[in-house]
């Protein structure tokens, strides 16, 4: 009994030890996260996005950006890296380009260039005959660890989120691990680049952002609205601001829509003026009861990958007005389509973006 007792005891001592003291990866930072509003208001439940019909994608998943080109075809990114085309029913799928990296966000150019935002490997551009050619990876000596987002103005300019310049895809095991490694820091390292083809300058829009997530343009080209994935928010910021630090209050940036209910992802621009934003979880009590309390986010990372508090499935895109009016929420409260990123509206159909569902969802209108 007393051997047993004697084992017992070493072994409560190891795994305190190992608890308290096993390294990660995060220096997590004490914030003050929101109450979470729930399913209210404008959020109320429903099941507007229930019942999706699907495009199959064989053996591909992860639509995680879905573009309607002006050559017709429906252009989506998926996991194995491959950008996939096909018509807007779906069929004659084939792979247009794989850049050896990650691609998530895309857009395409005045002259018909596929815009690529890869995690892996930078902002790129793909000709309509699949060339690939790399324009940035760097901010001068800086590198772009986690490119996500882009948009295309119409002077030519680029825009992209660089998510986070602590936790970069290539390094921390995929796009997902590192996004969960930057937001349970919260270190706010993200920010917003501007690339010129003109002059092939790469420079920073705005920082301090928390996992920095979709980008959209207003119709003007005058303002980025910006998706910030950890605080639940999406901001207004001035094209012209230069290196700003949205910590610090300027007239150059304003939260849009704070406290949302789950992760905002990507942002669309939809018809009629509308911008859609995906929700790709949504909030879970255990992550904002742990926001000032550092030990616990780190705590968190040494147990089991299955005890970690990843919030459950819940389908939800919603379409807000540059002011700020929420104009459309569609809800699955069942979460049949996992992780709903955004929506590409065209006139007869809402496509639904995924990061890992089988398919492509989709609505009639």
Request: proline share 7%; charged share 20%; no cysteine.
């Amino acid at each position: 009994m007393r051997k047993a007792a004697w084992v017992l005891g070493v072994v409560l001592l190891v795994l305190v030890a190992y608890l308290g003291l096993w390294p990660v990866p995060i220096e997590p930072v004490s914030w003050n996260a929101p109450a979470a509003p729930g399913y209210a208001g404008p959020h109320a439940v429903n099941n507007r996005l229930a019942g999706l019909q699907v495009i199959s994608l064989g053996s591909e998943e992860g639509p995680e950006h879905i573009v309607l080109a002006k050559d017709g075809k429906l252009y989506t990114t998926v996991v194995s890296g491959n950008i996939l085309r096909m018509n807007p029913d779906g069929s004659a799928q084939e792979v247009f380009a794989n850049t050896g990296g990650r691609v998530l966000g895309f857009d395409f150019d005045a002259a018909g260039n596929l815009i690529a935002a890869d995690a892996v490997k930078g902002l790129l551009s793909i000709t309509p005959d699949k060339k690939i050619t790399a324009l940035t990876d760097k901010v001068g000596d800086d590198p772009i660890r986690y490119a996500d987002a882009v948009v295309v103005a119409a002077n030519g300019k680029i825009y992209l989120s660089d998510a986070s310049t602590r936790f970069a895809p290539a390094r921390w095991g995929g796009t997902f691990e590192a996004s969960v490694l930057d937001i349970l820091e919260q270190s706010s390292t993200g920010r917003i680049l501007e690339y010129d083809p003109a002059s092939q300058a790469t420079r920073v829009v705005a920082k301090g952002l928390s996992f920095a997530n979709g980008v959209a343009l207003s119709q003007d080209g005058k303002t980025l609205f910006v998706a910030e994935t950890g605080k639940y928010r999406v901001w207004k910021i001035s094209v012209d601001a230069s290196n700003l630090d949205v910590a610090q209050p300027s007239p150059q940036a304003r939260v849009l829509l704070d406290n949302l209910p789950g992760y905002p992802d990507n942002l669309m621009r939809g018809l009629d003026g509308k911008i859609w934003l995906g929700l790709a979880k949504p909030r879970n009590p255990a992550i904002d009861n742990m926001a000032g309390k550092p030990f616990l986010r780190k705590l968190t990372l040494r147990l089991p990958r299955a005890l970690w508090p990843i919030p459950k499935s819940y389908g939800h895109v919603m379409a807000f007005t540059e002011d700020g009016k929420i104009v459309a929420d569609l809800q699955d409260p069942a979460g049949a389509y996992p992780e709903t990123t955004a929506v590409t509206e065209t006139p007869g159909k809402l496509y639904i973006q995924s990061l890992h569902a089988k398919g492509v969802g989709w609505l009639p209108k």
